[in-house]
């Protein structure tokens, strides 16, 4: 008999939809409007024990790729409990890791098992899923197959979200008029509207519905406001935007210092420098409370901005005694005086953060050097680092990057080459070169001839991962056209406050800045294929930048926008504001000029939106033209593979075959993999073999899936097979990742004991990497062989070698698995205290300190060790929220450790 527990479903709030936007202040979800429940109860913890957990067997399958519903058919033939609950937990945390599929996966086994009623919130989750899993044509194809009396507001706020996010509007607005309808709309699905109007730069539409909201009675919450505000105070539309403060300071719960900062940034785009300081003066008034650092923060950078170095120095003075600076402000003082050209103030506040501070930023001292940098002072450059050096304190990539940017200023290349060296070897995982610095030196050694001293630095970069082969053919045509040396430190200065704009969520503006850089529009043209390939991907807000550039070529007239132009054009329009827009500009392209370039950059728009019909009605367009070539044919398999269409791409690979059109190695790439992830072992052979018989399409790359599609198959032998051909084409520059590769898929079939390879290592290596002596710590740790992961630390620092953030986090999240909650905090706050920019602390583990304190009553505790996470910027108020409703709904213990890892290999 199967037991089945059936609680209600859904109960917690932040399960659902998040609305966000760069328009507000905070975030808000859709479920306190669409899945809101006024008996909401904290959810109990997995039930299951800890060796056998569902979640942990669960957890595995991101590696394994087994299907959940086998697992979980396995569950109940064991005879083991299963409540709706836990099946909910699974489900938000699947979310969480963008495992959409395994999520979907859940809701068919609850569907198939007939043993749980399907609530309306229950097909709204699933609706939201299936658009992110397989695109919006499928999430509406699954709308329709709702019943109309199931189709609930929470249905269609789901719907609403899901094109909201895709940006289609018309389909968003028709969706929010049927709320209305239903009388359902409330102020979350006006603010998920206003938020799409205000992305799209639809001003009197966003005024239009903040006006109905009055008039209906719906009343206007912060974030309502907030975004109001900012979206006229970009235009900027200062009568509008001086219309909503005022009412926004009528009301108490609305009103905080950061509304000003808003409209003295507008103030300051409409050139009225007078009313931005009256704002600012405001906003000093009203400073207070939690983010009271922030506000501070936010005023030195603006009365930099304004170029007001009295005020910047009064502000920093004022608030010296009363409020502890931390490291961000120091960060924000120096870079500020830094732009006002005030270098020996800079260094008297690097002086006083030597004095006062608690926590080490390399970012600070990293800014004083670039600032010596760009003044060619060298000597005080090299200064600092040895000062570094001396405390113990080791400078990392970005240290020795600017310092060798500043050698590629003053032309000491020898210096340079040695010093990228560095910067190479001191780098931590995701930390990539400055493109100049880099191109300078590659550049100096071929032109000495020096081939052997080029390829040892390639082989560094390969070694830390940063040498793809699309990384070398940017540096290639960087080199090409000529490396750009004035004012180059300052695009160091820009790649950081990029990264710092992804994190907050801030609009770019000011992007004109970047034309400094452009001698001509070869150069320019090469520049926004850089910027495409390697921002666009990782802050989708940066097609906003180049959509601002294509309009100021456009404005200047100097240059001839060939169809190329309009094709990127069309792509970034896409990226920006959405696939209707794209469609849109895509009218008015003059017909003459609508080559095979524009088709496909909107074939590859449909296709990235998982638009299927639109994509297969562009490909036809493409065929009717002649255009259709084997790229177009790969972006339609890519969809096809995406969505599952196993047998449309079957054909279309026939059709091909058929017209002459010859498959290349993506093509047959693409067809490989997704036979191998079923897996349909005939088929997987078939194309394996078509793929052996031309030797320009094999390498040892297709063995590794091929074995993969075995193993899932369940051929062991086979994939053991597979994987010695492998072995025997390893050649060339991708031989490194094949090998790790062979490691991954042997360590999973149990044929390597993880100590000897380490012990192996330790013997050969010839760089240090962190991330090795983690992993056999995280394996010891879930061993429970406590002694054996610290005896490892101790190695490391009798080597002087540093453990970082996920080393010790790693260790503290095996003693809370232990249970010795006193180590535990300890080396929490040895986690926090040796994390880099960019680290976050174990949920799992923080969460259980806390509990921890909280049950002990340590209330100072709890608060130093929220203090450190704040001084590392870790604890925003977001993030608190998230901390408490983790504890709320109560610690998984068992595998957590696996969780570290699965966060490492992201």
């Not at 793809?468 to 080199?479: A, H, P």
């Not at 030797?695 to 040892?700: G, S």
Request: glycine fraction near 4%; proline fraction near 3%; aromatic fraction near 10%.
């Amino acid at each position: 008999m199967v037991k089945l527990v059936q609680q209600s479903w859904w109960k917690f709030r932040t399960c659902f939809l998040r609305v966000s936007s760069s328009y507000s202040t905070e975030t808000e979800t859709l479920a306190s409007l669409f899945l809101a429940n006024k008996d909401e109860q904290c959810l109990n913890p997995l039930t299951s024990s800890p060796k056998n957990a569902l979640y942990s067997r669960l957890l595995y399958l991101a590696r394994s790729k087994e299907s959940v519903i086998s697992v979980l058919d396995k569950w109940v033939t064991e005879q083991n409990p299963i409540k709706y609950e836990d099946l909910q937990i699974i489900v938000r945390q699947f979310r969480a890791y963008r495992r959409y599929n395994h999520a979907l996966q859940i809701f068919e086994w609850i569907k198939k098992s007939k043993d749980f009623d399907i609530s309306p919130r229950d097909f709204a989750v699933e609706l939201d899923l299936v658009s992110k899993a397989h695109g919006l044509e499928a999430a509406e194809t699954y709308f329709t197959s709702i019943p109309d009396d199931l189709r609930t507001y929470q249905v269609y706020g789901a719907l609403l979200n899901c094109y909201a996010d895709a940006k289609v509007l018309k389909k968003a607005e028709d969706t929010m008029q049927k709320l209305k309808e239903l009388a359902y709309a409330g102020t979350v699905a006006y603010n998920v509207m206003m938020t799409l109007y205000a992305k799209l730069g639809y001003l009197e539409k966003l005024q239009s519905l903040m006006l109905e909201m009055e008039d209906k009675g719906i009343p206007g919450d912060v974030i309502s406001y907030n975004i109001l505000l900012n979206a006229y105070a970009s235009v900027p539309n200062v009568t509008e935007m001086e219309k909503v403060l005022m009412k926004m300071e009528a009301d108490p719960l609305l009103i905080n210092w950061s509304p000003y900062t808003v409209v003295a940034k507008g103030y300051l785009k409409a050139g009225d420098i007078e009313k931005a300081n009256e704002s600012l003066k405001k906003c000093e008034n009203r400073l207070k409370g939690k983010r009271e650092k922030l506000g501070i923060d936010m005023l030195i950078t603006l009365y930099t901005s304004m170029g007001n170095k009295d005020d910047v120095y009064r502000i920093w003075n004022k608030y010296n005694k009363k409020v502890k600076h931390h490291n961000s402000s120091y960060h924000c003082m120096i870079r500020g005086l830094e732009k006002l050209d005030d270098l020996d103030g800079a260094e008297k506040i690097f002086a006083e953060w030597e004095t006062n501070r608690v926590h080490f930023d390399i970012r600070i001292p990293n800014l004083l050097i670039s600032a010596y940098c760009k003044k060619g002072h060298m000597e005080k450059a090299i200064s600092i680092i040895e000062q570094l050096e001396e405390s113990g304190k080791h400078p990392n990539g970005s240290t020795w990057n600017r310092l060798a940017l500043g050698y590629c200023v003053q032309n000491d290349m020898d210096k340079a080459v040695d010093t990228m060296k560095k910067a190479i070897l001191a780098s931590k995982p995701g930390w990539k070169p400055h493109f100049h610095s880099l191109a300078s030196c590659v550049k100096y050694l071929q032109s000495k001839g020096d081939t052997q001293g080029e390829e040892e630095l390639k082989d560094l970069l390969r070694v830390r991962g940063l040498c793809s082969k699309e990384f070398e053919r940017g540096l290639d045509k960087y080199i090409e056209i000529g490396n750009r040396k004035s004012e180059a430190l300052d695009e160091t200065d820009i790649e950081e406050i990029c990264v710092s704009i992804a994190a907050s969520k801030r609009m770019i503006s000011g992007s004109v800045v970047l034309f400094r850089y452009l001698a001509n529009f070869h150069v320019l043209q090469i520049f926004l294929n850089q910027l495409n390939v390697d921002l666009t991907k990782a802050i989708p807000k940066f097609a906003h930048i180049m959509k601002f550039i294509f309009e100021w070529i456009k404005r200047s007239k100097d240059f001839y926008i060939s169809p190329r132009d309009f094709a990127v054009e069309l792509d970034l329009v896409s990226k920006a504001h959405g696939l209707e827009a794209a469609e849109t500009y895509f009218t008015s392209i003059p017909d003459d000029l609508r080559t095979y370039q524009v088709y496909g950059a909107l074939l590859n728009c449909y296709a990235d939106a998982k638009v299927l019909k639109k994509a297969e009605d562009t490909m036809q367009k493409l065929k009717e033209l002649a255009y259709a070539g084997t790229v177009a044919y790969n972006v339609m398999m890519t969809l096809y593979a995406k969505l599952g269409y196993l047998e449309k791409l079957q054909s279309l690979m026939l059709e091909m075959e058929d017209k002459g059109i010859p498959g290349d190695v993506i093509s047959y790439n693409i067809l490989l993999n997704a036979y191998a992830s079923v897996p349909d072992v005939t088929e997987m052979e078939k194309v394996l073999m078509k793929m052996e018989a031309d030797p320009l399409l094999i390498n040892w790359s297709p063995y590794t899936v091929v074995a993969k599609g075995y193993l899932k198959a369940g051929d062991i032998e086979k994939a053991n097979e597979s994987l010695k051909k492998c072995e025997n084409r390893l050649k060339g520059k991708r031989e490194k990742l094949g090998i790790d590769m062979l490691i991954t898929l042997y360590t999973s079939m149990g044929k390597k004991d993880v100590s000897i390879i380490f012990a192996e290592w330790e013997t050969n290596r010839v760089h240090f990497d962190i991330r090795i002596p983690n992993l056999l710590i995280s394996a010891y740790c879930k061993k429970g062989h406590m002694e054996k992961a610290i005896s490892i630390i101790e190695q490391l620092e009798e080597s002087g070698k540093h453990p970082n953030g996920s080393t010790w986090n790693r260790l503290a999240l095996g003693y809370c698995v232990q249970n010795y909650m006193e180590k535990a905090v300890e080396t929490m706050e040895k986690a926090i205290l040796a994390s880099k920019p960019g680290w976050k602390p174990h949920f799992h583990s923080l969460a259980s300190c806390v509990k921890y304190l909280q049950s002990k009553g340590d209330t100072q505790g709890e608060e130093e060790l929220k203090d450190l996470l704040r001084v590392r910027g870790l604890c925003s108020k977001e993030f608190e929220r998230g901390l408490d409703k983790y504890i709320e709904i109560g610690n998984r213990k068992s595998e957590a450790l696996n969780e570290t890892d699965l966060e490492d290999t992201c």
